[in-house]
């Protein structure tokens, strides 16, 4: 949520900040905005709506200078408007700041400015911060480093901060809690950002700043202290994502293109994850065999498509741990009273490692003494650092707001996380570890197979894409594929789509069925113990008109029969058919949205990283 991004250097600051903003725009694209130092001080420009509202802006006027910091918004406090878009300035506009993240004692703050002289303009949390640093300035010894320490003593909640002051123009400063920061170190100056993709061209090594920290860049260098001013020597760590990782490389959007790389991303994930004899590795996992033996519980948290993801995840972990597997959302298991403790495994399933109620569940976890295990995508991310052991999904950066291949690769962390807690506790035979790898590793194939046959799906996505809802079932394994397809369908196209487990559906949605309701209905693998039960179900859609989209198994004339429309998808073990089988339903959004002209890579309202509640 919201993305921000700063330089310090001899050259130009815009066409950077620029460059770093339009990286960033899947953070929120509500209004964007960028302040610089030049010789008549700082100067702001702010445009609402998308980054090329601000680019217009800035080619009308233009603007040079540096430093500079910039802001793509996503709205939490206060409407998308221009005076509601960063950079926000105190009263003298001596001082400029971008913000991610929530002052929650902003009310109490301003209140006590405002009542001490200061002029408030806007609705959001953010404008306090240049106001309370401005008071501290007056108040305190005038140094502004002082100023903005005690400044931010005094403020709750999360922030990720760029701040300029034109009483030190040569200096750029940077602060974290709670909100990703990450600050920059290039040949040609030094950089913020809310993260790497966003100066991966500019800056080959980078400092991931920790919660209470504080970072003043200049054309020299780089400090970092404490909240407390105590100076900090930070570790300064390699980039190894490739430039072209953040471009779309001739696909038409970011989602398009993250579509089609998951048959690599998987095939890669897999080998990096077996030994050369081809048994379940997982080098990355560094919990004790011991501990894993005694666990009891595992309970999985996570948001969004990581939670479907997780679904899937306790219906494996289940079947092949014998562990007692649990899942809830970060939203709701933060305010729970979880009977959790030192013997349950905690797995925290997040593609950007930021995610607010993940981070909050995960420490919840932490204090009842649960070692903490997480999936995540992104090195150097708060979850990674603050987790016992990670799985790396290593998919690349995912740009596109709806996530898709950090989805299949957080399947198959799973399915490789099964096997090997399966086999260091005794539940699963060497010969059926060698059996599911062998069906793993026909996943990748499947997958490209799906690929192939995008214009097909599009014809499907064309004929059903105008209606005002759709509703996708599934049942056991796929019921998580189920409420994924739903989602991204809802996300992507704006059609209002349900998902639902199919056996489910006479108690309410049955009532929804006519002839104008698409019903897309997961019914892959014919000898599989749930499909009869599915194809039941597909029967109770059609005998009441319903229209049937079947994502179904390669030669299934069952299915044929029924389904007005058939997407078929390769042979796969059941417990493994969700990870080619979203992949269907992936296109199946995709081409609706196309069809109903949404923006596909930047849906309206969304976010790609929640770093609020
Ligand atoms: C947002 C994104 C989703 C994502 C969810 C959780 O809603 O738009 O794609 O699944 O956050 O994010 P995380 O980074 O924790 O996986």
């Known amino acids: 949520m919201c993305g921000i991004v700063g330089y310090v250097g001899q050259a130009d600051s815009v066409p950077i900040i620029l460059e770093g903003l339009k990286r960033l725009e899947y953070r929120g694209y509500d209004s964007a905005g960028v302040a610089v130092h030049n010789e008549g001080g700082l100067s702001v420009r702010k445009s609402v709506g998308r980054l090329t509202a601000l680019e217009e802006e800035l080619s009308e006027r233009p603007l040079r200078g540096q430093p500079g910091i910039g802001h793509?918004?996503?709205?939490?406090?206060g409407e998308p408007s221009g005076v509601n878009s960063h950079p926000h300035t105190d009263t003298s506009g001596g001082i400029a700041v971008v913000h991610n993240g929530i002052i929650e004692n902003y009310q109490e703050l301003s209140d006590a400015l405002e009542a001490d002289g200061h002029i408030f303009h806007s609705e959001t949390d953010t404008e306090v911060i240049p106001h309370l640093i401005e008071h501290e300035l007056k108040n305190g010894d005038g140094a502004f480093l002082d100023a903005l320490l005690t400044a931010l003593k005094k403020a709750t909640g999360a922030y990720a901060l760029g701040i300029l002051s034109s009483d030190e123009p040569d200096k750029l400063y940077a602060a974290r809690l709670g909100s990703p920061l990450i600050?920059?170190?290039?040949?040609?100056?030094?950089?913020?950002?809310?993260?790497?993709?966003?100066?991966?061209?500019?800056?080959?090594?980078?400092?991931?700043?920790?919660?209470?920290?504080?970072?003043?860049?200049?054309?020299?260098?780089?400090?970092?202290?404490?909240?407390?001013?105590t100076p900090v020597t930070p570790e300064i760590k390699d980039v190894d994502l490739?430039?072209?990782?953040?471009?779309r490389a001739g696909f038409e959007t970011f989602m398009l293109k993250e579509i089609h790389e998951q048959p690599r991303v998987l095939r890669a994930l897999l080998e990096k994850n077996l030994d050369d004899s081809g048994h379940i590795a997982m080098p990355e996992i560094s919990l004790d065999p011991n501990q894993i033996k005694k666990l009891r519980r595992v309970m999985i948290v996570s948001c969004g498509t990581a939670y479907h993801a997780a679904m899937y995840g306790r219906l494996l972990l289940e079947n092949m741990t014998g562990l007692a597997v649990e899942t809830d959302l970060g939203s709701e298991f933060r305010y729970r009273y979880p009977k959790i403790d030192r013997d349950t495994l905690f797995i925290a399933v997040s593609q950007s490692g930021e995610t607010a109620d993940t981070l909050a569940s995960m420490r919840l976890a932490r204090k009842k003494g649960c070692r903490i295990l997480s999936i995540c995508n992104v090195p150097g991310s708060t979850l990674v650092r603050e987790s016992d052991s990670v799985i790396f999904t290593d998919c690349g950066p995912?740009?596109?707001v709806?996530?898709?291949?950090?989805?299949?690769?957080?399947?198959?962390?799973f399915a490789l996380l099964s096997i090997?807690?399966?086999?260091?506790?005794?539940?699963?035979?060497?010969?059926?570890?060698?059996?599911?790898?062998?069906?793993?590793?026909?996943?990748?194939?499947?997958?490209?197979?799906?690929?192939e046959r995008s214009d097909l799906v599009q014809k499907i996505a064309d004929k059903h894409h105008d209606g005002?809802?759709?509703?996708?079932?599934?049942?056991?394994?796929n019921y998580p594929t189920a409420l994924e397809g739903a989602l991204k369908n809802k996300e992507i196209s704006y059609q209002h789509a349900e998902g639902y487990a199919a056996g489910e559906m006479k108690h309410g949605p049955i009532a929804l069925i006519n002839e104008y309701l698409p019903v897309v209905c997961i019914c892959t693998k014919t000898e599989d113990e749930v499909y009869e039960k599915m194809m039941s179900n597909i029967r109770e859609v059609e005998a009441r008109h319903g229209r049937i989209i079947a994502v179904a198994t390669d030669g299934d004339k069952t299915a044929d029969k029924i389904a007005e429309d058939i997407i078929y998808v390769p042979d796969t073990r059941e417990d493994l058919s969700p990870i080619v089988n979203v992949v269907a339903l992936q296109l199946l959004a995709y081409y609706a949205a196309q069809s109903r002209g949404t923006d596909i890579d930047k849906p309206r309202n969304l976010a790609k990283s929640v770093t609020v509640e």
């Open 402 to 413: 709806a996530s898709t291949k950090a989805y299949t690769a957080q399947l198959l962390a």
């Open 398 to 400: 995912e740009i596109g």
């Open 468 to 477: 005002p809802s759709a509703l996708y079932i599934g049942r056991r394994y």
């Open 72 to 77: 793509t918004r996503w709205a939490t406090h």
């Open 420 to 451: 090997y807690l399966g086999r260091v506790r005794g539940e699963l035979s060497e010969i059926n570890e060698a059996e599911f790898i062998r069906a793993l590793r026909r996943i990748p194939d499947a997958i490209h197979y799906v690929l």
């Open 183 to 229: 600050v920059g170190l290039g040949e040609e100056g030094y950089f913020i950002a809310s993260d790497v993709p966003a100066i991966i061209n500019r800056a080959r090594r980078v400092i991931y700043l920790e919660d209470g920290e504080i970072a003043v860049l200049s054309s020299n260098g780089v400090e970092v202290f404490k909240l407390d001013g």
């Open 242 to 247: 490739k430039p072209e990782s953040a471009e």
